[in-house]
């Protein structure tokens, strides 16, 4: 990511994610695995307990196995956004996959709406509230882009939008360095951990049985039908299996690792902000997020601190050398926090796919044979995850087709293998581009 001059870190700074402390994870499930199950999911992540809770439901006997402390993966150190966005808009996806684009945009609407849903439905006390979105033009080059944008979400999805020019922008957002803004009203905030945390304990009440530190070491056919499930000692023999395993897909999967690139993503988060400091940043508590390819996101928190995330570089970065690139980042953006110390820092990882889109349907096995699987949230996962999690508990029930991601071809990421050499430089190209506006 490269130098940057050490941040200034609060005596309480913790290398950590700071949606963790608080929140009370329900206990995994005692004892050990059953050794037969009707469904086996891998992954206790937003979409592995939607999937259990709603398998459960329907009276399957679910097993979840999760490699590390339930919460480990992205969906506990998440932004928080909860956003109903592709990496592409409606326009884009008709011209490129004709009436299929538009059932991209509806699911991912439908995700939105799912999660306010479920949130109201089960009283989830997770911080939700719909703050809006600000999307800011990080250079001049993509104000035309963002007044189209609002053509699209305006006249193509019927949803309240605005543009806003740099002129109007500081009712928004206390810098001057956008050049207009695209405001839309259908977009959340919440604190991802509480969330999870909810949604493990909706998959326990239902039935699920949820288990932590269970890696799961090798999938294959069982010659008596169905899989042979095994994580370390534990052997399962289940009629499906679910992949819930996002950007964290490893070995098992060696036909997703093919196709999903691992990338961390980095936040930092600043001690409490005087009310008024935080309100000259972000007047609105809207989730603020720009057009760079190394985008970055920001928004306060429900206890008041600046949390900013992003990266700058395609290389193999740690949290401490992310920690005070990010920090001159947002100093950039808001020198009003000049004084103002970190307290947290931490990074995950988030799932690319080389067309930029998510995907879901069945991939091979070594040995033969296929299991359902859903990834690739390219970094706005919050809501996708949940609803295929939800999608794949009726899917694998048989009462839905798989959902319309499972229709897209599923590009290889090139060179997969040697992404350690040529990532740096295709991040130094990206940065040509973001450069110049592109
Ligand atoms: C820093 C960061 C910021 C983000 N910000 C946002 C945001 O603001 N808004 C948004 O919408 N999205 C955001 N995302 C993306 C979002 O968090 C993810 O898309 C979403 O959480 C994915 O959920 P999931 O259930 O698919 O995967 P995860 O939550 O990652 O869960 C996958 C789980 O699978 C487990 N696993 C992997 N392999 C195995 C195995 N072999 N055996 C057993 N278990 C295994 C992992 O340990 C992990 O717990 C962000 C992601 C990161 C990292």
Redesign the pocket.
Known sequence: MGQAPAAPLGRDFSPSVLWHFGVEVPFASAGDPPREADVVV????????RAATGLAARGKQVVV????DL?????????????PELKAGPRALARRYGPLGRELVDSVFSAFNLVENLIAENNIDCDYHRFGGLLLAHHRSQVAHLQEEVIEWRDDLGEEAQFLSRSELSTEIGSDKYFGGLLVSRTGGLQ?AKY?AALVDLALKAGAQIFDR????SIAQDPRGGYQVK?GSTVIRADEVFL???????A?APELAKRVLPM????IATEVLDPELAASCIPNGR?VYDTKNFLF?WRISPDGRMVF?GRTSLATTTVAEAQDVLYQKLLSVHPQLVSTNLEYA??????ITFDRLPHCGRTPIPGGGSVAF??G?????????TW??DQAASWLSGEIAPPPFSQLPFPKVPLVSLRNWYLPVVGQYFHWRDQIGR
């Open positions: 891998v992954g206790a992540g937003y979409a592995g307990v196995l999760e490699a590390d919460g480990t993966g992205a969906s506990t150190r998440n932004g928080g956004m909860v956003i991802p999870h269970k890696r799961v070491t994580a819930a395993t996002n950007a964290y897909a490893d098992i961390g993503s980095f936040i989730m996101y995330g931490w990074g995950g990882n988030v799932a859903a990834t949230c390219n970094g706005t996962g919050v809501a996708l995850a295929f999690g």
